[in-house]
């Protein structure tokens, strides 16, 4: 069965440096996300991305995010200069179609732990 | 075993019995709903959907009942196995968009 694969398992970097989190979502899918999840605390949904732009943010997805499909296969989500309240697992997701009220599909995720 | 809402994320049942988990949505504009089953280190698992003009849907061991009236979602295991324990999250989506909004989860643990 297609999975969403996530790279690396696990990713720890000092404060205050970039890091940058990979995804390769279910081929044929054309919507992307990604959520992340403090420990203990809900999933929460970050940023989805569309025809090679974002359709929705959220809150949390401030000017030092940024997401990037640099080439067909992979979908990117940088941290720019990372804070210790970025530690968490960040998830990837993929659906099929365009459109509301469609299954998202998610990755087994990248813990990062910031020092 | 049952659990009420978000407020006991626990739950133990008995391997073979019926499991039923609880979810007190927020938004009454919610019109999709999905299941979602996570194991230690894993992502979420998709495990069944439903949409807000069904009230029930049944998928293999598992049934999804919807109470839009009350805002309310339950997710029953048939025969629970050990293979089941997990924590289990109802994820909403909003008029507003297409991102989930996911509940606090519910962990499961079926004892042998």
């Known amino acids: 069965e297609p999975e969403v694969t996530q790279t690396p398992s696990h990713q720890v970097t000092q404060m205050g440096q970039e890091v940058i989190l990979r995804c390769v979502p279910i081929?044929?899918?054309?919507?992307f996300y990604w959520y992340r999840q403090i420990l203990g605390q809900k999933v929460e949904f970050l940023v989805s991305f569309y025809n090679n732009e974002i359709s929705e943010k959220s809150e949390i997805f401030d000017d030092q995010f940024s997401v990037e499909r640099p080439d067909g296969s992979n979908f990117t989500l940088k941290i720019r200069s990372t804070k210790l309240e970025d530690s968490a697992m960040y998830f990837c997701a993929s659906s099929e179609e365009v459109g509301r009220n469609q299954p998202q599909h998610f990755g087994d995720g990248t813990r990062l732990s910031i020092l | 075993g049952e659990s009420v809402g978000l407020h006991l994320p626990t739950l133990s049942v008995q391997e073979g019995d019926n499991s039923i988990i609880n979810c007190a949505y927020s938004?009454?504009?919610?019109?999709?709903f999905i299941w979602y089953k996570q194991e230690s280190g894993k992502g979420p698992q998709f495990i069944i959907d439903i949409r807000s003009n069904m009230d029930k849907r049944q998928g293999q061991r598992v049934t999804v009942l919807l109470n839009k009236t009350v805002k309310h979602l339950s997710l029953q295991i048939a025969a629970t196995q050990p293979g089941d324990s997990a924590v289990y999250f109802c994820?909403?989506?909003?008029?507003?968009?297409?991102?989930?909004?996911f509940g606090t989860g519910t962990s499961l643990t079926v004892i042998p």
């Open positions: 938004n009454s504009a919610s019109d999709y």
């Open positions: 081929s044929n899918h054309l919507y």
């Open positions: 994820a909403e989506n909003r008029l507003t968009g297409n991102q989930f909004y």
